[in-house]
C-alpha cells in the first residue's frame, strides 16, 4: 500500500545521478541548439516557474482567509448557542 523511502545515502545517489544526467542534457543541448536557444529556454522556464510558485501562494492565502472565516463564524455560533443556554 505505501511505497518504501530510500534510505539517505540511496537518495543521495540517486540525485547525484540525476543533477549528472542534467548536466549532460544541458552541454548536449548547448552544443545542438547553442547557448542563446538554451538560455532562451531556461528563462523561460524560470518565468512558468515564478508564476506558478505565485499562484500556489495566492491559493495558499485565499485558503487560510477561508479557514479564519470559518473558524470566526463558527466562533460566533458557539458564543450565541452558549450564551441563548441552547
Known sequence: MFTA???????ARL???AKAEAERLRRAAIQ???RETVDAFWRG???VWQRSVQ???AIA???AARL?????RQTRERST???SGV
Request: charged share 25%; proline share 3%.
Open 68 to 72: 479564519k472565516a470559518r473558524l470566526a
Open 15 to 17: 540525485h547525484d545521478q
Open 61 to 63: 492565502e485565499r485558503s
Open 32 to 34: 545542438n541548439f547553442g
Open 45 to 47: 522556464a524560470d518565468a
Open 5 to 11: 523511502l530510500p534510505d539517505a545515502t540511496t537518495q
Open 81 to 83: 448557542t452558549l450564551s
Open 55 to 57: 499562484t500556489g501562494q
